[in-house]
């Protein structure tokens, strides 16, 4: 699994976001560490990413819930 905890999206490196979108679609979650980072703050992030539906819905909820084992 990889994490980005408390890191702005446009912070991640290119080789992280290649990542995302290809074999790590499923392995790779988003975590703002929140109250650090706002979710309002770092969603327009995530959309500028052009992340195809359902990697940015494994990003931001569905791996999370598999890794942590989480009701759905």
Do not use: M
């Amino acid at each position: 699994w990889i994490d980005t905890s408390a890191r702005e999206p446009r912070h991640c490196p290119d080789p992280f976001h290649k990542y995302l979108k290809t074999n790590g679609k499923h392995k790779y979650t988003y975590e703002t560490d929140y109250p650090l980072l706002q979710w309002d703050r770092v969603l327009p992030e995530i959309d500028a990413l052009g992340l195809p539906p359902d990697v940015r819905r494994k990003f931001l909820h569905d791996n999370a819930v598999r890794a942590f084992k989480l009701p759905g």
